[in-house]
């Protein structure tokens, strides 16, 4: 049973430090995503890659928030300066694009506490 | 731009009670509408989906249409068990990924 996996499950730090997040899509998939949940602000899309590509980011706070897919089995979201805002469960998700109707596989969740 | 409604939570039914979940969506062409469900302490899930006019996507003993019409999507299951309490989102989404959107979520809570 294919699943994507994220490390960390759980980070607590303090303000100022790097944050580094990381997911493994499942094999195979071409398109992954980024989001952050937080009871406040709901889901929010923060970056999607397609085939390692960055298609967007838009939602993701430019000048402390960096996405990347250094290769297809790896995507990473770092914080640096983290603040304590950025407080929340940040969930990775993959999928494949097809000929629409296209599901996403939601990762675990990285829950993310920054004193 | 795209957008979805989703009705207010929390909503709160006994066992075998029937639930309605209520979401609008205002989108430009023919999106895929889909729900997810996330339980406490997981990632979302896929409900079910539906990927053009009049479909209806059914799964666990839930179901949704997808009306053009009235551009609705709503959730239905005739008689919820304790183990449905969880998270409702809605969502939509253009081939490809494009213009993914997800509604607030719904917390549904069941009671003995």
């Known amino acids: 049973d294919a699943r994507v996996t994220q490390t960390p499950r759980h980070k607590v730090t303090e303000m100022g430090q790097e944050v580094t997040m990381r997911c493994q899509p499942i094999?195979?998939?071409?398109?992954v995503f980024w989001y952050r949940q937080t009871m406040m602000q709901g889901l929010e899309l923060l970056a999607y890659?397609?085939?390692?590509?960055?298609?967007?980011d838009s939602g993701m706070p430019k000048d402390r928030f960096s996405a990347e897919m250094p290769d297809a089995t790896l995507a990473t979201l770092k914080i640096q300066p983290s603040e304590p805002r950025d407080s929340a469960v940040y969930f990775c998700a993959s999928g494949l694009v097809l000929a629409g109707g296209e599901t996403q596989y939601f990762g675990p969740g990285t829950r993310l506490l920054v004193l | 731009g795209n957008s979805v409604t989703q009705m207010e939570g929390p909503v709160t039914l006994s066992e075998e009670a029937f639930l309605t979940i209520n979401c609008t969506y205002t989108?430009?062409?023919?999106?895929?509408l889909f729900w997810y469900v996330q339980y406490p302490g997981e990632g979302l899930q896929l409900l079910l989906k539906?990927?053009?006019?009049?479909d209806k996507g059914s799964n666990k003993g839930f179901e949704a249409t997808y009306r053009k019409e009235t551009t609705s999507f709503h959730l239905e299951k005739g008689s919820v068990q304790v183990s449905d309490s969880a998270v409702y989102f809605c969502a939509l989404s253009d081939r490809g990924y494009q213009k993914v959107t997800f509604g607030t979520g719904t917390k549904l809570q069941v009671i003995p």
């Open positions: 094999l195979g998939h071409n398109t």
């Open positions: 890659f397609r085939n390692r590509a960055p298609l967007d």
């Open positions: 539906a990927t053009k006019a009049d």
């Open positions: 989108a430009t062409g023919y999106p895929s």
